[in-house]
């Protein structure tokens, strides 16, 4: 039996004794504050209405919510395992991204595809996505209107793979994750929260291909998470 076919029979069951304290003279209950809090949470949940991410893609659609849809090739949705322990989200697809629909595959995609291997992970045991899903022109830094119209699909992709971590990648994510205008460099290196999801802010590959001296920031910061993820 489905997961919607067993929700489908207990709403029934207690719909069936309502009625029968209903018949009994019964008019009402008493609900406190918390309980009807805890309702809401679990109706607003994506459990609740059987979310997936083929269900996110598919609202997604050939999207046109912001302007930057005139200019792209593809949309970047994000890929990686449904069910990953840790997802990595960066700032917006560059070039490389938009003209093959994959997050992180051009220069900085490849720094990021090393740090996961030399965290003994592969992409595939990960889910890489951004804060926006199609390409800036001239890969300039999304403007917050986008990033507000864009930023609910990533929250629903999130909700669906309930990462154990999130790794954000730049300024940008940081920021558009944690709601907060703090800079990068004071962000970085410690543990944050977003959504109940322990987040870890660090510098963005790009940034890394140009300032190398940084790469030894970003490898305390992964080591960081590679000791929650114990490996
Ligand atoms: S960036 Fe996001 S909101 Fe804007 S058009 Fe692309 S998918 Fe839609």
Known sequence: MSIRQEIDITIKAIADTFRFFEDLGCNGFECQATSLQALEKWQASA??????????????GECQRCR???????????????????MFVGEGPGFDEDQTGKPFVGAAGQLLTKIIQA??????????ANIIKCRPPGNRTPLSDEIKTCLPFL???IEVIKPQFICTLGSVAAQALLQTKSPISRLRGNWR???GIRVMPTYHPA?????????????EDIKLIMKELNI
């Open 155 to 157: 929250h629903r992709q």
């Open 119 to 128: 965290m003994q992970l592969n992409r595939a045991d990960v889910y890489i």
């Open 207 to 219: 940034y890394l291909l140009r300032n190398p001296d940084r790469k030894r920031d970003v490898w």
């Open 47 to 60: 459990e609740y209405h059987h979310e997936t991410l083929e269900v996110v893609r598919q609202d997604l």
């Open 193 to 195: 929260t977003s959504m």
């Open 68 to 86: 930057l849809w005139k200019r792209r090739s593809y949309i970047v949705f994000g890929e990686g395992s449904p069910n990953a322990r840790l």
